[in-house]
């Protein structure tokens, strides 16, 4: 069907005008200098890139890769248990299963945030129960801390990891499991050395939809962290809508773009290496 | 089903865990629900009348309403395009178009909104309602090739050898045996680019300019001036509407199929 074709050139020309372009513009401007009233001035400059090296720059890199690294860990561990749950429940009960997990990944992340502050907010349950048993709490601490981000966060993007990780699992071959049953093997030696090996790719593939996601989150830490916490994401947020440096944060955006890519090239690694085993 | 008896129950901890972090995911989102009829006297539905009553949640409202049916519909019609492009193969675009769309979907939302808002300045783009549905297609479309895609690679091709047999002309194919055969699985790519765009906070955040509120950029301003019950009662109704839209889309196969593949990464 020749005509097919032709139908590819408008989504091309739309990718290339808001995907491409826009893309290389941020590489462009990232290089140029902060004009006087925050546009920006071509000049070729390295500036921002040196100020990335700046002590409070390096910190809220360290901390934005910290935090996701630890809510990807959390969610990929969390979520690999989940998914096994979900996945040997009776065939009507998976789909069940498969809207509830659905249903808040896709609800608005400003509204599961909302949920949060009102769960440890001044009518919230929680302040609430603490009044009752008289137990002494700091009601502005409460309502903006660092768990609650990682809680946050956490609770926010279980889902992207339980979802892939339940495909991963309908495709699993559970006479393993029972092969390995026969032979004695407890729960524990199961899914060490049956489940894991097995799910070594969709593990990989979890922690990147975690993790990609994570590093640039702007509403979690903004709404629950309190005005101390400052990560990428906001420092981005800053950068384009307060502080109008567009060239620094096209930087900072740069380097954003450049770890994700490592961390994928080393999950991809670490992917095909489990595949390649797996065939040996 | 034999492939019942092929799986092993998991162990008590597991089903424990699902069980918790289901508890986890929702108590939130229940325990809005329940604030929402928390009013000074007791209980009641005074907040959600307030709502109704509220002129700016409504031109929030409308503001969705225009940005999600505007960007669904061209995000449809461009990704269906895509999809039937890349089914047949062998054009020389086929790369870059896989590419861009593999980086639509993988880039974090906040580097395409940067990216989004820069170029619109360059260009001298008025940002407003223009700007936000221009960034709603662009993330859109990935998903409709993907939606559609699925349907298109279960397609029996001799339907169209038949027609093409009979002596149709290319595009009657098109129109009259693809697309109709089509129509469930557009039906489900538009829904879910409805959904994303209804849903979505940070990119219209950054290219809505000023004025022009959207329902999410709505909830987030306020959320930022203090947490009220009435917030409590908008945000219940949000998410009312995002479920009653995911159920509908649940009774999609291509919706279902999408969601048990996982995304891929």
Sequence with gaps: MKIARALAFPVLAWFFFLILAPLSMVVAVSFAKRGTYGGV????????????????????????????????????????????????????????????????????????????????????????????????????????NQPLVLYGMISSYLPFAVLPLYGAFEKFDFSLVEAAQDLGAGEWAIFRRVILPNLKPALAGSFLLVFIPCLGEYVIPDLLGGAKTMLLGNLLTEQFLKARDWPFGSAVGLALILSLFLAWLVASRWRTDASRKKAA | MSDERLRPPAPFAARAILILVTIALYLPLLNVVVLSFRVPEGWGGEWYSQILGDGTIADALVNSLIV????????????????????????AG???LEAASYISLMLPEILFALALLSWFATLKIALGLQTVILAHVTFSISYVILTVGARLAS???????????????????????????????????????????????????????????????????????????????????MWLASGAILIVAFRSKSIRGLLKAGEKA
């Design chain 1, 41 to 144: 001035e071509w000049t070729p400059t390295l500036e921002n890139y040196a100020r990335l090296w700046s002590p409070a720059v390096a910190r809220i890199v360290f901390e934005s890769v910290w935090l996701a690294g630890v809510t990807a860990v959390a969610c990929v561990s969390i979520g690999v248990l989940a998914a096994w749950a979900m996945a040997t429940a009776s065939s009507k009960k998976r789909d069940l299963w498969l809207i509830a997990i659905a249903l808040p990944f896709l609800t608005n992340g400003l509204i599961r945030v909302l949920g949060l502050k009102t769960l440890v907010g001044a009518s919230g349950p929680l302040q609430w129960t603490l009044t009752f048993l008289a137990v002494p709490f700091d009601p502005f601490v409460m309502t903006a």
């Design chain 2, 155 to 237: 397609f029996d091709p001799s339907l169209e050898d038949a027609a093409r047999d009979l002596g149709a002309p290319e595009w009657k194919i098109l129109t009259g045996v693809v697309l109709p055969l089509l129509a469930p699985s557009l039906f489900a790519a538009f829904l879910l680019c409805f959904l994303l765009s209804f849903d979505d906070f940070l990119i219209t955040f950054f290219v809505n300019g000023a004025g022009s509120e959207t329902l999410p950029t709505k909830l987030y301003a306020t959320m930022k001036t203090g947490l009220t019950p009435k917030l409590n009662a908008l945000a219940a109704l």
């Design chain 2, 94 to 96: 086929r790369r870059v």
């Design chain 2, 68 to 91: 999600a049916v505007a960007s669904s519909a061209l995000a449809t019609i461009l990704g269906t395009m895509a999809a039937l492009a890349l089914r047949q193969g062998g054009f």
